[in-house]
T-cell receptor
Framework: DGGITQSPKYLFRKEGQNVTLSCEQNLNHDAMYWYRQDPGQGLRLIYY???????QKGDIAEGYSVSREKKESFPLTVTSAQKNPTAFYLCASSRDREAGYTFGSGTRLTVV | SQKIEQNSEALNIQEGKTATLTCNYT??????LQWYRQDPGRGPVFLLL?????KEKRKERLKVTFDTTLKQSLFHITASQPADSATYLC??????????FGKGTTLSVSS
């Protein structure tokens, strides 16, 4: 089955450490996205990529970095510069702007 | 700045009734608008897309309207069931950008 896989499902890290969240899709979608969701809040856009080797900042990119070396993969690094990294992180992909987004099941990051 | 407002954070209705959720947007000129369902601890699931030249779109028990003059979309679930309980998100679509989502409305359908 085609889909989008995020790993791990739960992640615990110590304050000050960088951590990388994985996102892989086998849907052959060109565009991929990272969102952050805090309790009781909506999704906020971190970064997105419309094509390999290209990506754009979203509304809350500070403290995060991404790469898009392969069509299938769009990893997100949460750096120590991110002040409040504890959140639910969602990755998504889409075929084109008329198509709905396919979301992964999310990674819940807790920084202690 | 661009803003998306979904009518209320929570909506409680009885099984069998029609649920109506509202999405209002400002400082947008979307070509499309999408609706998603999100269950607790899960990623959103795409439900429907409506284009600016479509007044109404239906899918099974779901109906979406899109009024570009009022800058509003209405999302209806007819004959609602407890299994419809979830958070529903709207997202106006502008060309060349990623989706920005509303905060969502949490629907609870009681039996």
């Amino acid at each position: 089955d085609g889909g989008i896989t995020q790993s791990p499902k739960y992640l615990f890290r110590k304050e000050g450490q960088n951590v990388t969240l994985s996102c892989e899709q086998n849907l052959n979608h060109d565009a991929m996205y990272w969102y952050r969701q805090d309790p009781g809040q909506g999704l906020r856009l971190i970064y997105y990529s419309q094509i390999v080797n290209d990506f754009q900042k979203g509304d809350i990119a500070e403290g995060y970095s991404v790469s898009r070396e392969k069509k299938e993969s769009f990893p997100l690094t949460v750096t120590s510069a991110q002040k409040n990294p504890t959140a639910f992180y969602l990755c998504a992909s889409s075929r084109d702007r008329e198509a709905g987004y396919t979301f992964g099941s999310g990674t819940r990051l807790t920084v202690v | 700045s661009q803003k998306i407002e979904q009518n209320s954070e929570a909506l409680n209705i009885q099984e069998g009734k029609t649920a109506t959720l509202t999405c209002n947007y400002t400082n947008y000129s979307p070509a499309y608008l999408q609706w998603y369902r999100q269950d607790p601890g899960r990623g959103p699931v795409f439900l429907l897309l409506i284009r600016e030249n479509e007044k109404e779109k239906r899918k099974e028990r779901l109906k979406v309207t899109f009024d570009t003059t009022l800058k509003q979309s209405l999302f209806h679930i007819t004959a609602s069931q407890p299994a419809d309980s979830a958070t529903y998100l709207c997202a106006p679509v502008q060309a060349g950008t990623a989706l920005i989502f509303g905060k969502g409305t949490t629907l609870s359908v009681s039996s």
